[in-house]
């Protein structure tokens, strides 16, 4: 049985490959390299560098290895970038998607766990949000992933490929032994900039917005452990080995953090200053972002491990003092 992680050299696909290996599995590793890094591989991982949408490619890999099962990271996933450059977000994503599924159902590879996002619901009406809930991005890249889900799911009427769609929150945190974390260049997420001033590897932190109608005015978010997120992905790819029917699941916290109550958190977990200003409302951002997961604890049985923002914060704090640089290829 091997699972090949595409984009597995990423942030939350070099988490869920390290579990998968701990758990045992034989896996694989498919990543460009555009975004990822050489360096959060897996050594027990075989590694394939190339592209998903290089069909020609998909087949080598698909042709050496028997693949049971894929877990599907490999996507653009930056709000801003994608208001800029929308047409990159429906070619690396959506285009991408097209070409794994035509490789996928060509080897009659049927079991996909996606990463899916809670940027596919737009603005909520409501709080916390559910997996029925009306799914209108206010974004390219969410507009990019519900089209993924989409495509999946008449993939998976034609053909019979069975999809999970996993929505994240807000992803946050590190390995606890310090091993890998996130490391993007350029840094566009708000812990990881917290922690780079903090560490005094980056001297400027904007909150965008203070304006929103929240509790102090700044935007909230629901945050999960990365750990946390890459043993749902195990759990799903189980359920969808067990023969269950395709769906969704929200993985979140079901609680809310503001930006200026993360500032605070990590103001208390390092033991720094970390200087900040209010900037402008950065486009694309809605107000408050916070998932219902009960449908994720009762069918999947997941149980997230860190349910306190300080120990989330502690962890990505160990990542990023030990590593200033990342993994030090940029
Ligand atoms: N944010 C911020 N300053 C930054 C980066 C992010 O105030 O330098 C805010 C951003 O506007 C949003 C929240 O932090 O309200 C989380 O943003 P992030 O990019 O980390 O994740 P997203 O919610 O977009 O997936």
Known sequence: ??????????????????????AGEDVI????????????????ARFYQGDVRDRDFLRSVFKQEQVDGIVHFAASSIVPESMRDPLKYF??????????????????????????????????????????DPQVPTNPYGESKLAMEKI??????????????LRYFNVAGAMPDGSIGEDHNPETHLIPIILQVAAGTRDNLQIFGDDYPTKDGTNVRDYV?????????????????DGHDSTAFNLGSATGFSNLEILEAARKVTEKEIP?????RRAG???????????????????????????????????????????GDH
């Open 225 to 241: 452990h990365v750990v946390d997120l890459a043993d749902a992905h195990i759990l799903a790819m189980k359920y969808l080995q």
């Open 29 to 44: 590793v498919i990543d460009n390299l555009v975004t990822g890094h050489k360096g959060a591989i897996n050594p027990k």
């Open 285 to 327: 951002d809605p107000s408050t972002l916070i998932a219902a997961s009960d449908k994720a604890r009762d069918i999947l049985h997941w149980q997230p491990a860190f349910d306190n923002i300080d120990d989330i914060i502690a962890t990505a704090w160990k990542w990023h003092e030990t590593h200033p640089e990342g993994f």
């Open 1 to 22: 049985m091997t699972i090949a992680v595409l984009g597995g050299a990423g942030y939350i696909g070099s988490h869920t490959v390290a579990r998968l290996v701990e």
């Open 91 to 132: 070619d690396n994503n959506t285009y991408g998607m097209i070409a794994l599924l035509e490789v996928m159902n060509e080897f009659n590879v049927k079991n996909i766990v996606f990463s899916s996002t809670a940027a596919t619901y737009g603005e909520p009406k409501q709080v916390p949000i559910k997996e029925t």
């Open 276 to 280: 900040a200003s209010i900037g402008p």
């Open 152 to 165: 999946m799911h008449w993939s998976d009427v034609a053909y019979g490929i069975k999809f999970v769609a």
